[in-house]
């Protein structure tokens, strides 16, 4: 089944405790992304990649690190966590870059408490 | 900065009635996507409709672009209490980034 896979689902954590969310597709696709969802504020992008070893910064990048070695995976990396970054956060990822045509398909979200 | 601003934030309908979600954008898009999240779960994609079209239709749903007032609008037909959910649009630019509006949610009372 063509997917797009978040673990942890449910993260509660402390304040600096580094913390890794992992995401992954099955769908060879090349380009995935990390968005974060706040109420008031809708989905907000925190880094994109283009294909291995090409991220850039999304709209709301500061606290967030990632990382694209292989295809299929992309995670989001929490170095310090503080409690603004309780969220609720969603990878996604499409086919490829060019025309910007094809639809982004989702995760089913890892919520994230920071206390 | 969001790139879509859905109207309204919050819509109560009846089953069997239409609802129609507006959305406006700042930019220039190559395409415009509408997605639906029920509560605290995933987006789901509706439908995409590019820049050189101005209608689209998929099952209940229709889509118009009028890329001259930079805005869209999304009609679900026969409303059911399974359509209940927050909608969103979102515009892909030319930045390779997809941006997401506010979102608009959706009550369809039985």
């Known amino acids: 089944e063509a997917q797009v896979t978040q673990n942890p689902r449910y993260l509660i954590t402390v304040t600096g405790k580094k913390l890794t969310v992992t995401c992954s597709q099955n769908m060879n696709h090349e380009y995935m992304s990390w968005y974060r969802q706040d109420p008031g504020l809708g989905l907000r992008q925190i880094y994109y990649s283009m294909n291995v070893e090409v991220t850039d910064k999304g709209d709301v990048p500061e606290g967030y690190k990632v990382s694209r070695k292989e295809k299929r995976n992309f995670p989001l990396i929490l170095e310090s966590p503080s409690p603004n970054q309780t969220s609720l956060y969603f990878c996604?990822?499409?086919?490829?870059?060019?025309?910007?045509?094809?639809?982004?398909?989702f995760g089913p979200g890892t919520r994230l408490l920071v206390l | 900065s969001q790139q879509g601003e859905e109207d309204p934030q919050a819509l109560s309908i009846q089953e069997g009635e239409n609802a129609t979600m507006n959305c406006s954008y700042k930019t220039s898009i190559n395409n415009l996507q509408w997605y639906r999240q029920n509560s605290g779960r995933g987006l789901v994609h509706l439908i995409l409709?590019?820049?050189?079209?101005r209608e689209k239709h998929s099952g209940r749903l229709r889509v118009t672009l009028d890329t001259s007032k930079k805005s869209s609008s999304l009609l679900i037909t026969a409303s059911r209490a399974a359509d209940t959910a927050s909608y969103f649009c979102a515009g892909w630019g030319s930045n390779y980034k997809l941006t997401f509006g506010k979102g608009t949610l959706l009550t369809v009372n039985p």
């Open positions: 996604a990822s499409r086919i490829g870059t060019s025309g910007g045509r094809e639809t982004q398909y």
């Open positions: 409709i590019r820049s050189n079209e």
